[in-house]
């Protein structure tokens, strides 16, 4: 759990850091990146900022070049808009989640089609012995009451 002000400090970093993408950083490697998240550690010395890419494989290796190589751009300009003494260091981490979302759809969509097959073969289908297989105490017979 973190502190309010450590989580007001992740959201800022946050919106300079888009800020900053979008405006200041004309570089040709850096592709179609949108900040997801920024995680600040409790005492504000380490930032790590999760991106996400629109594109290929590529554009990934572009983009991941062309921010550590605005580091220190991005760091100043984080450091003179939170007014800081300790300006956190930035590391810039590619966030999965997309991909990791993607792939957990295809398993789903593929459990799908299966548990169909299933219920596709199962229509129709007789039980191989009795219905209901298990035992049950035995009711006694008229013969058995007579006697």
Request: hydrophobic content about 40%; glycine content about 6%; overall charge negative.
């Amino acid at each position: 759990m973190s502190s309010p002000r450590v989580r007001k400090i992740a959201d800022r970093i946050k919106v300079i850091v888009a800020e900053m993408l979008e405006r200041r950083i004309k570089d040709p490697r850096l592709g179609f990146v949108t900040v997801t998240d920024v995680r600040v550690s409790g005492d504000t010395q380490q930032a790590s900022v999760f991106y996400t890419v629109l594109g290929e494989q590529e554009d990934l290796a572009g983009t991941a070049a062309a921010l550590e190589s605005a580091k220190g751009l991005i760091r100043s300009e984080v450091g003179k808009q939170l007014g800081m003494r300790h300006v956190p260091t930035l590391e810039f981490i590619h966030d999965a989640l997309p991909e990791t979302a993607r792939h957990i759809d295809e398993v789903l969509a593929r459990a799908r089609e299966i548990d169909d097959q299933v219920s596709a073969t199962a229509t129709g289908a007789a039980y191989a012995g009795e219905a209901d297989p298990y035992r049950k105490p035995r009711e006694p017979d008229e013969a058995d009451e007579e006697e």
